[in-house]
């Protein structure tokens, strides 16, 4: 999600002249490149609440905090990635290397402080506050703690009722965001937690799935999740069960409710509990 924020930042009808240079700019030496910071400077000067500006200020810290490392693990796939190489030790056993970003705590924080302008001048713009969410879920790898925090306290504002909340759509143009488009982003989060792999991560995924579940009790997906967080980080599969007859009260076809009773009902070795769910997967 951090890297589908590096594009350039959408044109709009109104497009500035400062907004025209920079991403022509970009385009040539990337965010961070050379001259982006002196142009950043004085576009602050002249509009120093311009949201494009802003958004591109967070951008240049990041970039510029970013470099890489490599890491060796046992494991076939490590927070979600793919390794890059994959070798043979003395032993035969497979080692498994992945490329992994590491970040500048200096330029991070600077970061940081870009995107918390951004959420100050225009507090209900959700890509703002996902902007900030994104950059901590990229910095903390296993432990997305300050992200699940991040996110926590959204969804409290958010179902708060207080103000109109927007997301960028097309041309650069804001759209309100109704209830609905809320839990299907949050939704991406938890997916997004879950994928990391990590004890901390299905932790985060569980605590951002119940909190969601509190205000949307009715919605599958969070039940859904609450069940495979049993199923997979708990090994308790008659808990995760119980969730999935919960989504299949709602939503009797839930494809993915009735796909992971199947494999829960095989974990416990129950072929009769299995050969009931495999009869409503059909």
Wanted: include cysteine; aromatic fraction near 12%.
């Amino acid at each position: 999600m951090v890297a589908a924020t590096l594009l350039c930042i959408a044109a709009t009808a109104q497009e500035s002249e400062f907004l025209r240079r920079y991403n022509v700019l970009v385009g040539r030496v990337g965010p961070a490149g050379l001259g982006v910071e002196t142009l950043l400077d004085n576009w602050s000067k002249e509009e120093p609440d311009n949201p494009d500006q802003l958004v591109a200020r967070f951008h240049y810290y990041i970039v510029k905090s970013q470099g890489t490392e490599i890491v060796n693990r046992r494991d076939a796939k490590y927070l979600g990635l793919a390794p890059v190489l994959s070798l043979k030790d003395s032993t035969g056993t497979d080692v498994h290397y992945y490329e992994l970003l590491t970040y500048d705590e200096a330029l991070f924080a600077e970061a940081l402080k870009a995107a918390d302008k951004a959420i100050a001048v225009y507090p209900e713009r959700l890509d703002f506050r996902f902007m900030k969410a994104n950059a901590y879920l990229s910095y903390e790898r296993e432990s997305p703690d300050m992200a699940l925090s991040n996110l926590i306290a959204l969804v409290h504002e958010f179902m708060s009722g207080s103000g109109e909340w927007v997301y960028p759509q097309d041309a650069g143009a804001v759209s309100p965001v109704d209830k609905e488009t809320f839990a299907q982003l949050m939704q991406e989060y938890c997916y997004s937690f879950y994928s990391l792999g990590t004890p901390s991560g299905y932790e985060a995924f569980y605590k951002l799935s119940v909190k969601m579940n509190s205000f949307y009790p009715k919605n599958t997906d969070f039940l859904c999740n609450i069940g495979s967080y049993h199923m997979v980080a708990q090994n308790n599969c008659k808990t995760a069960l119980k969730y999935y007859d919960k989504v299949l009260k709602i939503k009797p076809d839930d494809y993915s409710a009735l796909n992971n009773s199947v494999l829960a009902a095989r974990k416990l070795k129950n072929p009769k509990l299995e050969k009931k769910y495999m009869k409503m997967l059909k």
